[in-house]
């Protein structure tokens, strides 16, 4: 299928980034798109006309539009766990046509979402703890998609709080819960345990710790303890009250359930309209997605993109590089919903794949990481295609300085890479700058920057929450594009069960002082060790 695109890219590998814009003087708009109040930037890549149009018949030569109408029908393209995959419902439920086994859900989505909405009006408005507090704090208590999609959303809308303060608790390491829970009041704080299976054991261990502080300090668990789960008999059994469940179906995967009531973090912090603005901006994109041209589609650009830099030019990761300081959790939440999403080993039908599927996706805020691993982008012996988001406004109108600061830093960085500085150009400043020629010579060899290096930049006008909204399902349409180019089934995660049995296994052990030291490939001698320095209770 890349056959072509390889001749391409053997014929441009070769070639400097920024002679494609000496010999097309319009490279720029020619190789930018502009749509939804996104511009999207690849010219700082080696794409050219011919190599592009490979990319884009691409899509009509795996049926893209077919897999699109399969997405959003409802048909189980989560082959292995048969099931659909449906997240798109939770911000269309008014407009979804979907039938699940001779059921619409849009109903029960419409009825949850206004759930959400009465809970935030009754904790905004009169209802009063049993203590006559009011509800000042909320701790949510989940891990992966029930933490990463809610944290990063809370933190990147900071500007948009109204309601109660939110803080998050994931790690099962006791560190987590004690430095969230040491700082609140228990009378006056909301416990949200966040579980789609509710059988996860960081999740579950944190609810149990989190439920006896609060009755050991005066909380009480039937008005301040909230289940979001797609098991609610699980949450029942834990002794959460029907009222308060709050329940999402199973064609929900947890890394694209932030739309629904994973959300109730969101809804807590910025109120239900900014959540409707939020769901608004995310289904605009849905109706982009399935409407627009693949050369001016959001999702379909980024993720052919991608298909260029990993699967033809063979670089290994991305960088994600959010110029935005309430981005910082975002390259997280991007690990989770592409590489649990398309670190695969197979095709949807079992068959081994003859090339990693996605991409090491990594990287941090600017401008903070170009004093962390700029260096090694800069002059490391390996490629790293970039991919830089900045909004051209802050939210801080008395700082505007600030922001042009760091759309400054961002273009530079992103030009910087591009071109590079040469060995000529190097010694010429530095002889500029008044060193003798032997030192010149000496210094020079450390300070040329190779260039030609390829980055795309997102920019976009304010990260309000429409445009949050936008932004998150681009990028998971792109993760769903991605997938139907390799084949595979982007919907399941198999590949973290393992490490889990493991654990329990491990953990027995650990806590029997007489138990046998483990497996003895690799285990012995750690276990040893923590035998010597670690008392058992
Ligand atoms: O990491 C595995 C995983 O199943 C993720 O897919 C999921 O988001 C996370 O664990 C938490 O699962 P749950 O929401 O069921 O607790």
Redesign the pocket.
């Known amino acids: 299928m890349f056959s072509g695109l390889q001749n391409s890219w053997h014929r441009l590998c070769s070639e400097r980034i920024e002679h494609l814009f000496a010999t097309d003087k319009k490279r720029e708009r020619k190789f930018s798109l502009e749509r939804m109040s996104f511009l999207i930037d690849y010219s700082k890549t080696h794409l050219d006309r011919e190599a592009r149009d490979q990319l884009l018949r691409l899509c009509d030569s795996v049926d893209l539009a077919d897999h699109i109408l399969n997405l959003f029908s409802g048909k189980r393209i989560n082959n292995s766990e048969n099931r659909p995959v449906l997240h798109h419902l939770l911000r269309n439920s008014h407009q979804s046509s979907v039938m699940i086994d001779g059921h619409d859900p849009g109903p029960q989505v419409q009825s949850t979402l206004m759930d959400m909405r009465d809970l935030y009006k009754a904790i905004k408005g009169t209802v009063r703890l049993g203590s006559g507090g009011r509800f000042r704090d909320a701790v949510n208590i989940?891990?992966?998609?029930?933490d990463l999609g809610p944290a990063m959303v809370t933190e990147a809308l900071r500007p948009y709080h109204e309601g109660l303060k939110c803080h998050f608790v994931a790690n099962v390491d006791g560190a987590n819960i004690h430095d969230v829970l040491k700082k609140l009041n228990a009378k006056t704080t909301l416990l949200i345990i966040?579980?789609?299976?509710?059988?996860?054991i960081e999740?579950v261990e944190n609810a149990k710790t989190a439920l006896e502080w609060l009755s050991r300090y005066g909380g009480n668990p039937s008005q301040q303890v909230i289940a979001v789960t797609a098991a609610p008999n699980r949450a029942q059994e834990f002794g959460i009250e029907d009222r308060n469940i709050f329940c999402f179906a199973d064609w929900v995967g947890?890394?694209y359930s932030v739309w629904g009531p994973t959300g109730l973090p969101v809804m807590l912090a910025i109120g239900p309209a900014n959540f409707a603005q939020f769901l608004r901006g995310a289904a605009e994109i849905d109706r982009h997605f399935q409407s627009t041209n693949w050369e001016f589609n959001l999702p379909v650009v980024l993720a052919l993109l991608d298909i260029w830099h990993h699967q033809i030019c063979r670089h290994p990761t991305r960088a994600v590089l959010p110029y935005d300081q309430r981005l910082a959790l975002f390259p997280s939440f991007l690990q989770?919903l592409e590489m649990?999403s398309n670190g695969k080993g197979v095709t949807a039908d079992g068959s081994p794949l003859d090339q990693p599927a996605a991409p090491v996706i990594w990287g941090g805020v600017g401008t903070n990481s170009q004093h962390a691993f700029f260096q090694l982008l800069h002059q490391g012996g390996q490629v790293v295609p970039c991919e830089f988001l900045i909004a051209a406004n802050g939210h801080e109108e008395a700082l505007r300085h600030h922001h042009e600061l760091l759309i400054s830093n961002c273009l530079a960085q992103a030009h910087s890479l591009m071109v590079g500085r040469n060995l000529d150009e190097t010694r010429a400043q530095l002889l500029a700058q008044g060193l003798a020629a032997d030192a010149c010579e000496q210094q020079s060899q450390h300070r040329i920057f190779i260039g030609n290096r390829p980055s795309v930049t997102i920019m976009y006008p304010k990260l309000t929450p429409k445009m949050l909204g936008r932004l998150i399902a681009i990028y998971e349409h792109r993760v769903f594009v991605e997938g139907v180019f390799l084949g595979i089934n982007s919907f399941d995660?198999w590949g973290?069960e393992l490490g889990k049995e493991v654990a329990r296994d491990i953990h027995d052990k650990l806590c029997v002082s007489s138990a046998s030291c483990g497996d003895d490939r690799g285990m012995s001698v750690l276990m040893k060790f923590l035998r010597q320095h670690r008392p058992v209770n």
Request: aromatic share 6%; net charge positive.
């Open positions: 989940g891990i992966g998609g029930s966040s579980s789609k299976t509710f059988s996860t999740t947890g890394r989770q649990e995660q973290v």
